[in-house]
């Protein structure tokens, strides 16, 4: 594929789907490349609800492929918060060191069984030629008291990985991918497009 227009203006999110797709999209673009492209609200259930809205939007704008994704953190102790509302849990205007704050905020009186997480991610695909397609992925953990770690960005310093002794922001960026939610996501979406390419 020659362009493909990923619904984000997170550049962290767009260096880790470029090196799975490194070989299979030429040229990799996100909104601001695009000035003027309009800004979706997510006010889905859900995180497909959330995907396939912001990358029907941004292809319809655009014109071009576009792969839109929902991410983000479900805790057992917290009814699965803060889900949908991950990057935002501490407000409209919240950073990550204001989310963090927050969730280790709302886990502190709660027991240790209550730290039991996930990362989920949707990845949705949307072509100008009527295609859609949706991707999931999902990865265990368990939150930490404290931050550890310098990559990554969102939750990932206080997300201790199942079978692993490093939260996801300890991890080496190829590792990360090949274990992440968003590196499930990806790689079913690689296949697909491999697919896609063939016929």
């Known amino acids: 594929m020659n362009r493909l227009l990923v619904a984000t203006r997170n550049r962290g999110k767009l260096l880790e789907i470029q090196a799975v797709l490194d070989g299979l999209v ?18 889905g259930a859900t995180f497909v609800d959330n995907a396939l809205k912001k990358a029907r939007e ?66 949705a695909f949307v072509h100008p030629d009527g295609a859609e397609q949706v991707f999931q992925g999902l990865v265990a953990g368990r939150i930490l008291d404290g931050l550890r770690g310098e990559g990554g960005f969102g939750y990932d310093p206080l997300f201790l990985v199942d079978g692993f002794q490093q939260t996801m922001a300890e991890l080496a960026l190829e590792e990360k991918n090949h274990i992440s939610h968003r590196g499930q996501a990806l790689s079913a979406f690689r296949a697909y497009l491999q697919q896609r390419e063939l016929k």
């Open 26 to 43: 030429t040229e990799l673009l996100c909104v601001d490349d695009l000035p003027g492209l309009p800004e979706t609200i997510e006010d």
């Open 58 to 123: 941004a292809c319809l704008a655009s014109g071009m492929p576009t792969l839109a994704d929902d991410s983000g953190l479900v805790v057992d102790g917290l009814d699965g918060r803060p889900g949908v509302v991950s990057a935002r849990y501490a407000g409209p205007a919240a950073d990550d060191a204001a989310n963090n704050r927050k969730l280790l905020e709302e886990l502190a009186l709660l027991p240790s069984a209550s730290r039991r997480a996930a990362f989920v991610c949707v990845m």
